[in-house]
């Protein structure tokens, strides 16, 4: 069974950064997109950034320049580097991995949907 595990939340003031770091283990992740999800105040999940198998990336418009999201050598881990961070970017943050990481707002932990990690709490004060 694949698990994926977060780590690297925390608590930072406007301005600071955080790394999240995800890794897979059971298995390979190669085929899979891979991305980070947030949610803010008990909302949905919004895709925040994403990896394809392929390497192409995606980031939502309020954190471009800002996030920069790469993958490990054996694709089993990925990071997320969050710079210049603002209050907004508070959530809970979580991993998730599937064949298509297209859906930008998905219901959180959706067991159908892919893999999900357990979440890791970003709070940025101002």
């Known amino acids: 069974e694949v698990q994926l595990v977060e780590s690297g939340g925390g608590s930072v003031q406007a301005g600071g950064s955080l790394r999240l770091s995800c890794t897979a283990s059971?298995?390979?992740?190669?085929?899979?997109?891979m991305g980070w999800y947030r949610q803010a105040g008990g909302n949905e999940c919004e895709l925040v950034s994403m990896?394809?198998?392929?390497?192409?990336?995606w980031y939502e418009d309020s954190v471009k320049g800002r996030f920069t999201i790469s993958r490990g050598y054996a694709k089993n881990t990925m990071n997320l580097q969050m710079n210049s961070l603002e209050p907004d970017d508070t959530g809970v943050y979580y991993c998730?991995?599937?064949?298509?990481?297209?859906?930008?707002?998905?219901?959180?932990?959706?067991?159908?949907?892919?893999?999900w990690g357990q979440g890791t709490q970003v709070t940025v004060s101002s």
């Open positions: 990896i394809s198998a392929g390497g192409g990336t």
């Open positions: 059971g298995s390979s992740l190669d085929d899979h997109d």
């Open positions: 998730a991995a599937a064949f298509d990481l297209s859906i930008a707002t998905v219901t959180c932990l959706r067991p159908d949907f892919g893999l």
